[in-house]
C-alpha cells in the first residue's frame, strides 16, 4: 500500500513539476546515450573535439548512457566524461512501473544541467519526453528522421521539446560522417579530422589464427543461423589449411547460440567458447587479436572497424547506408555479404536506402554459407597470418 502511495505521489510530481528548471548555473552538460553498442563506439571520438570546443571547454560532463557499454566507457572515456549515470533502456518504455524513471529525473533535475545534448539522429518519443523533464535549462538535439517514431505526430511533438534541433545529412549518409557533422555544427568547429579507434595495443602472434565467431546481434531477423555459422566454422576449416583456432564471442544472454553451434561442431574442430566471459574492453582486445571476425551486422563490426580487423559482416540490409556497408575510408577491412544482389550495384543505393530505412525484410539467411567461407579463406591468406602484425 505504501509503495502503491509513493509511487503515486512520483507521478504526480512529473507530470506537474517535469518542466521546472532550476535557475542556477552549474556549468554542467549532459551527454544522453542510452542506445547501442555500436552507436556510442561511432559517437565516442568525437567527445575530445566537444570537450575542447571553447564553447564547452569550462563544462563538466556528465554521460547519461546505457549500462550495455558501461565497462567500455569508463576503461577508455573516463579522460572526457567526469561523470557517469548508467541506465537500463528499458526504464523509459515500461508503462507498468515508472518509478525509476521518475526517480531518474529527479536525480538529473537536482544536478541543474545547464545544456543537454541528445546526439541521436533517429529520435525515440520516450526518450524525448523524458529528456524534456529532466530539468536542464537547454536542450540540443538532432533534427534527424522519424525511423524509430512509428507515430509522424509524436515524432513532430517531440522536436517541440528541444531549444536547437541541428540539421544533418539524412540516413543515407554514414553514421560516422553524419556525427562529424553534428559535433562541427554544435561546437562551430571543423576541427582536425577525427578517426573511428578504440584504444587497444594488443598484437597479432604467428603462434595461432585466430578467427572469432560472433552469432549474436538484438533482433532474430539480423542473425545468421547457428547452422549456417557452424558450417562456415567447418569450411573455413576445411579449406584454409591453416592451423586456426576459432573462438565464439557474444552477451551472456547469447549462450544458447554457441551452445547450438558446438553441438553442430565435430570435436575435430578447435573452437573455445567465451560468450558471456568477457567485459566489452577484454571483447575489443580479442577482436584486435585477431586475423578475422565473422560477425552479424552488430557491435563487433564496429568493434573490429575501429581496432583494424578484417572483418566479414553478414547484414541482411536494415540500416543500409547508415550502418552498413563501411565506407573503405574508415575501414577498409570490412566487407558486408547481403542476401540480394541489388546491394552490391550502386545504381540501386538510394533505392535500398529507402527500403531499408526502418527495417529490412529481407531473410539474412539467404545468404551462401560456400560464398562467405571462400571470402573468409581468401583473406585469411591474403593477410598473411604467420607475420606478427
Same mark, same amino acid.
Given at each position: 500500500?505504501?509503495?502503491?502511495?509513493?509511487?503515486?505521489?512520483?507521478?504526480? !510530481?512529473? +507530470?506537474?513539476?517535469?518542466?521546472?528548471?532550476?535557475?542556477?548555473?552549474?556549468?554542467?552538460?549532459?551527454?544522453?546515450?542510452? &542506445?547501442?553498442?555500436?552507436?556510442?563506439?561511432?559517437?565516442?571520438?568525437?567527445?575530445?573535439?566537444?570537450?575542447?570546443?571553447?564553447?564547452?571547454?569550462?563544462?563538466?560532463?556528465?554521460?547519461?548512457?546505457?549500462? #550495455?557499454?558501461?565497462?567500455?566507457?569508463?576503461?577508455?572515456?573516463?579522460?572526457?566524461?567526469?561523470? !557517469?549515470?548508467?541506465?537500463?533502456?528499458?526504464?523509459?518504455? &515500461?508503462?507498468?512501473?515508472?518509478?525509476?524513471?521518475?526517480?531518474?529525473?529527479?536525480? *538529473?533535475?537536482?544536478?541543474?544541467?545547464?545544456?543537454?545534448? @541528445?546526439?541521436?539522429?533517429?529520435?525515440?518519443?520516450?526518450? &524525448?519526453?523524458?529528456?524534456?523533464?529532466?530539468?536542464?535549462?537547454?536542450?540540443?538535439?538532432?533534427?534527424?528522421?522519424?525511423?524509430?517514431?512509428?507515430?509522424?505526430?509524436?515524432?513532430?511533438?517531440?522536436?517541440? !521539446?528541444?531549444?536547437?534541433?541541428?540539421?544533418?545529412?539524412?540516413?543515407?549518409?554514414?553514421?560516422?560522417?553524419?556525427?562529424?557533422?553534428?559535433?562541427?555544427?554544435?561546437?562551430?568547429?571543423?576541427?582536425?579530422?577525427?578517426?573511428?579507434?578504440?584504444?587497444?595495443?594488443?598484437?597479432?602472434?604467428?603462434?595461432?589464427?585466430?578467427?572469432?565467431?560472433?552469432?549474436?546481434?538484438?533482433?532474430?531477423?539480423?542473425?545468421?543461423?547457428?547452422?549456417?555459422?557452424?558450417?562456415?566454422? +567447418?569450411?573455413?576449416?576445411?579449406?584454409?589449411?591453416?592451423? *586456426?583456432?576459432?573462438?565464439?564471442? /557474444?552477451?551472456?544472454?547469447?549462450?544458447?547460440?554457441?551452445?547450438?553451434?558446438? /553441438?553442430?561442431?565435430?570435436?575435430?574442430?578447435?573452437?573455445?567458447? =567465451?560468450?558471456?566471459?568477457?567485459?566489452?574492453?577484454?571483447?575489443?582486445?580479442?577482436?584486435?587479436?585477431?586475423?578475422? =571476425?565473422?560477425? @552479424? $551486422?552488430?557491435?563487433?563490426?564496429?568493434?573490429?572497424?575501429?581496432?583494424?580487423?578484417? #572483418?566479414?559482416?553478414?547484414? @541482411?540490409?536494415?540500416?543500409?547506408?547508415?550502418?552498413?556497408?563501411?565506407?573503405?575510408?574508415?575501414?577498409?577491412?570490412?566487407?558486408?555479404?547481403?542476401?540480394?544482389?541489388?546491394?552490391?550495384?550502386?545504381?540501386?543505393?538510394?533505392?535500398?536506402?529507402?527500403?531499408?530505412?526502418?527495417?529490412?525484410?529481407?531473410?539474412? @539467411?539467404?545468404?551462401?554459407?560456400?560464398?562467405?567461407? $571462400?571470402?573468409?579463406?581468401?583473406?585469411? *591468406?591474403?593477410?598473411?597470418?604467420?607475420?606478427?602484425?
Amino acid at each position: 500500500m505504501r509503495d502503491r502511495i509513493v509511487n503515486k505521489v512520483l507521478r504526480i !510530481f512529473y +507530470r506537474h513539476f517535469g518542466k521546472i528548471r532550476l535557475p542556477f548555473k552549474s556549468k554542467r552538460l549532459l551527454i544522453i546515450r542510452v &542506445d547501442g553498442i555500436g552507436d556510442y563506439i561511432l559517437f565516442r571520438n568525437y567527445l575530445s573535439s566537444l570537450k575542447a570546443s571553447p564553447r564547452f571547454a569550462n563544462h563538466r560532463f556528465t554521460l547519461l548512457g546505457n549500462e #550495455a557499454f558501461k565497462t567500455l566507457v569508463e576503461e577508455y572515456d573516463a579522460n572526457v566524461i567526469d561523470d !557517469f549515470i548508467w541506465v537500463n533502456p528499458d526504464i523509459f518504455f &515500461d508503462t507498468a512501473n515508472q518509478t525509476l524513471k521518475i526517480k531518474l529525473a529527479f536525480q *538529473l533535475k537536482l544536478r541543474c544541467f545547464d545544456i543537454a545534448i @541528445n546526439p541521436t539522429h533517429s529520435r525515440i518519443w520516450q526518450i &524525448d519526453e523524458f529528456i524534456s523533464r529532466a530539468g536542464a535549462k537547454k536542450i540540443i538535439g538532432s533534427k534527424g528522421d522519424d525511423s524509430n517514431n512509428y507515430n509522424p505526430k509524436k515524432y513532430v511533438t517531440s522536436s517541440k !521539446f528541444y531549444t536547437k534541433l541541428i540539421n544533418v545529412p539524412d540516413t543515407s549518409h554514414f553514421e560516422f560522417f553524419r556525427n562529424r557533422a553534428f559535433i562541427q555544427q554544435l561546437t562551430g568547429e571543423s576541427g582536425k579530422e577525427v578517426e573511428l579507434k578504440l584504444p587497444s595495443d594488443v598484437k597479432r602472434y604467428l603462434e595461432q589464427v585466430k578467427v572469432i565467431i560472433f552469432p549474436g546481434a538484438r533482433y532474430q531477423f539480423r542473425r545468421w543461423s547457428t547452422i549456417k555459422f557452424s558450417s562456415v566454422i +567447418r569450411e573455413i576449416n576445411q579449406k584454409s589449411n591453416l592451423p *586456426l583456432r576459432f573462438f565464439i564471442a /557474444g552477451s551472456n544472454d547469447e549462450k544458447y547460440l554457441s551452445e547450438e553451434i558446438l /553441438g553442430q561442431l565435430g570435436k575435430d574442430i578447435q573452437v573455445t567458447d =567465451l560468450t558471456g566471459l568477457l567485459t566489452l574492453p577484454q571483447l575489443v582486445d580479442h577482436i584486435k587479436g585477431a586475423h578475422l =571476425l565473422v560477425s @552479424n $551486422e552488430t557491435s563487433a563490426i564496429h568493434i573490429a572497424a575501429a581496432v583494424g580487423t578484417t #572483418a566479414i559482416c553478414i547484414s @541482411n540490409g536494415n540500416h543500409f547506408g547508415r550502418f552498413n556497408p563501411y565506407p573503405v575510408t574508415i575501414a577498409p577491412g570490412i566487407f558486408t555479404f547481403y542476401p540480394d544482389d541489388r546491394f552490391y550495384k550502386p545504381e540501386y543505393h538510394n533505392q535500398l536506402v529507402e527500403e531499408c530505412r526502418k527495417q529490412s525484410e529481407l531473410d539474412i @539467411n539467404a545468404i551462401e554459407v560456400t560464398e562467405v567461407a $571462400e571470402k573468409a579463406v581468401e583473406l585469411l *591468406l591474403k593477410n598473411k597470418p604467420f607475420e606478427i602484425i
